[in-house]
């Protein structure tokens, strides 16, 4: 996986331990860090003639989605260092030169369902990640 080089935290246990500024800048990382691959699988796959529209519309979905939810992180954020949350640290933090990552090419470098499953594993922990983030900022949710 592209992302692999990254240090991302162990376990559930780990992720807490971490401030919620590293928190939210890792879970900007690695929104950004699959931009690019996603925009390069979504081309890879629409040379293949035998899949669906279907398959093929998903693909595009699924970039559109990883871009809106980084927007949304930003916006999140921005909202947070305006209360005082976290620090105004994070500017510039999600930029492609802000991930230090080399990842030009990374889909002709693997098979589909390993592509497929780097994605599926990051996409886990920026799950994980935002739901102890909320926690963080919003305790009476009953985490």
Same mark, same amino acid.
């Given at each position: 996986? /592209? ?5 991302? #935290? ?24 699959? *931009? ?7 081309? /890879?796959?629409? /040379? ?9 519309? *998903? ?6 989605? =990883? ?5 949304? =992180?930003?916006? =999140? ?5 305006? !209360?005082?949350?976290?620090?105004? %640290?994070?500017?510039?933090?999600? %930029? ?10 990374? #889909? ?17 922990? =920026?799950? %994980? ?8 900022? !919003? ?5």
């Amino acid at each position: 996986c /592209h992302t692999s080089g990254m240090l991302t #935290p162990n376990g559930k246990e780990y992720a807490q331990k971490i401030p919620r500024e590293e928190l939210t800048h890792l879970i900007l990382k690695l929104l950004q860090a699959w *931009k690019e691959p996603l925009s390069h699988f979504n081309q /890879h796959i629409e /040379h293949h003639q035998e899949l669906p529209d279907d398959s093929l519309n *998903k693909a595009k979905q699924i970039s559109n989605m =990883v871009h809106e939810l980084k927007t949304g =992180v930003e916006k =999140v954020t921005e909202k947070m260092q305006s !209360m005082g949350i976290i620090s105004n %640290s994070l500017n510039g933090m999600a %930029s492609s030169e802000g991930t230090g990552l080399s990842i030009s090419n990374e #889909p002709n470098t693997m098979s589909d369902s390993d592509f497929i499953h780097c994605f599926r594993r990051d996409s886990n922990k =920026v799950q %994980s990640y935002l739901k102890i983030l909320k926690c963080r900022i !919003m305790p009476e949710n009953s985490c």
